[in-house]
Structure formats: structure tokens, C-alpha cells
């Protein structure tokens, strides 16, 4: 499905703020205060995950200044991706392309022109939900064919697009960096070697994405995006970092600052995640 846009998605400045975030259910995040982070952060392009509302919800909700993109799962609320942006994207596709996944919400894709050096270029921006699976069930088989159907749909988007970005909660922590006590978790869905293998794949010479954040804040423990609502795991930072923009090298150059918006204190959170804010220069 195709549609016509304005031409260009950047601010007359030249950065581009895409900011991704799982909402833990949409209705849930704007009773706790979404709104108030969104209407501060001037973002041009929002991707989001486990949305878990109708379409006309979400609509309603986000409000007439966005385009919006959004992929409901079949399973009532379950799942859900969405990318809202500023401007028009010049195509979108709403599922990953494998009929096994294409009603399960978890991956939807947009076009958007971009001036470079005087010249527009194509960006194409994915929101994604990998599944949280669970190790030795029918759930985690589920997340290894998700993974290897992205492991074949990153280096397409990569040879078709000029710059390529997945953004969204992959549920996987890739390194021992990314989760605060990964010594309890390595038999756990989302820190298994098979599910980091794929990480090191994507983010690989195989593949070749790069991790932005990662890449901007070096090799330090995190920063989080997600901790459990239960017991203390907030307010002693035990977190993991399973929220990510995965860009293409070119793409990945023009990042200059990403931010992981967690919020002050356990009780001001809209969600079990918190947003990561990249700006990309242009």
C-alpha cells in the first residue's frame, strides 16, 4: 500500500527526532502522563509498540497532527506497532512480509524522502515487537522464526532504501552490557546465546546494522529501557536494554545524540519502558 507525501520529513534545520517507545497498552500509558512527555519532546517521527488498542483509539488519542501507521494483531489486546510522523510517508507496509506474522502486529514499515546534500533520499523506518518468548516453548520457537524472518528482511531494506533504521522493543539484551544481572538470565528467553547470535548477526559484518545507541554511549552498563513494575527493579536501575535503533552505517553516521527518557521516579511512568530519543542530523 502507497501513498503520496510531502516531500521531506526533516526540520528546516536538517535533524530528524525519531523516538520509539513499547507503551504497554496506549490507553494505560496516556492515563499516566504519555501526553505530557510528547507534547515536550518535539519529535518528528514516533514508532511505537505493544499498542493494544483499535485503531480508532489510537487515532484518537495521538491526535490529527500525526500521519499513523498502525498494524493491530489479531489477538485482541495483544501486540501492535505503529509509526506516527510529522509528515506523510511516500509508502508504507504492514506486516514483515511472512504470511505466518502478517496479522500479529509486530512489525510495520514507512517510507520518508530526506534532503541530503540537496537531494532527496529514501528512509525507510520500521517500528518492531519481537516476541518475549519462553525458553523450551512453542512461544520462543515462534521468536526464532520472527528473527530469522528479519534476518532475511534487514539486508533488503538495506540494498532498496539509502538508509535503513529498525527501531522498537527486539527482546533480546545483546551483551552482557545491556542487562544488570545477567548472570541470573542466561537460560532465560531474552538473553540466550541463540537469541544473541542473531544480534551479532544483525549487528555483524553478516548483516551489518550498527547499534546506535550503543554506538553513541560507548561501553558502559546500559542505559536501560525496561524494568519490571514488580518489586525494586526501578529504583535500583536493575534493568535491561532490549529497545533499539538498529541503522544502516550510512544512517547510523548521522545520529548525534540518543537519550533514554526514563522518567524521575517509579510512580511518574507511563510504561514498563522508556522512550530512546535519537536525533539524526541531515
Request: hydrophobic share 45%.
Amino acid at each position: 500500500m502507497a501513498s503520496a507525501g510531502e516531500p521531506s520529513p526533516a526540520s528546516a534545520l536538517g535533524t530528524l527526532r525519531i523516538a520509539t517507545v513499547n507503551v504497554n497498552g496506549i490507553r494505560a500509558a496516556y492515563k499516566r502522563g504519555m501526553a505530557d512527555w510528547l507534547a515536550d519532546r518535539d519529535i518528528d517521527i514516533l514508532c511505537l509498540q505493544e499498542v493494544r488498542a483499535p485503531d480508532a483509539i489510537v487515532r484518537e488519542l495521538l491526535g490529527d497532527e500525526w500521519h499513523i501507521l498502525h498494524a493491530e494483531a489479531e489477538a485482541k489486546g495483544r501486540a501492535g506497532v505503529a509509526i506516527a510522523s510529522r509528515h506523510e510517508p511516500v509508502a508504507v507496509r504492514e506486516h514483515i512480509g511472512e504470511d505466518y506474522f502478517a496479522l500479529s502486529g509486530r512489525w510495520v514499515e514507512a517510507d520518508f524522502k530526506v534532503p541530503v546534500d540537496g537531494e532527496e533520499k529514501l528512509l525507510t523506518v520500521v517500528s518492531a515487537y519481537v516476541h518475549s518468548g519462553e525458553a523450551g516453548t512453542p512461544k520462543q520457537e515462534d521468536k526464532y522464526r520472527f528473527l530469522d524472518v528479519m534476518a532475511a528482511r534487514l539486508p533488503v531494506l538495506a540494498a532498496t532504501s539509502d538508509y535503513a533504521l529498525i527501531v522498537g522493543d527486539l527482546n533480546v539484551g545483546h551483551t552482557t552490557l545491556d542487562i544488570k544481572n545477567w548472570k541470573g538470565n542466561v537460560k532465560k528467553s531474552g538473553f540466550l546465546p541463540e537469541e544473541r547470535a542473531y544480534f551479532d548477526r544483525f549487528l555483524g559484518e553478516e548483516i551489518g546494522y550498527v547499534d546506535v545507541a550503543r554506538r553513541l554511549a560507548g561501553d558502559v552498563a546500559g542505559p536501560y529501557t525496561w524494568w519490571s513494575w514488580r518489586g525494586q527493579a526501578f529504583d535500583n536501575d536493575a534493568g535491561w536494554r532490549i529497545d533499539y535503533h538498529m541503522a544502516t552505517p550510512g544512517l547510523a553516521e548521522r545520529a548525534v545524540s540518543a537519550v533514554v527518557d526514563r522518567a524521575a521516579t517509579y510512580d511518574t511512568r507511563f510504561s514498563d519502558h522508556a522512550p530512546v530519543v535519537v536525533d539524526y542530523q541531515f
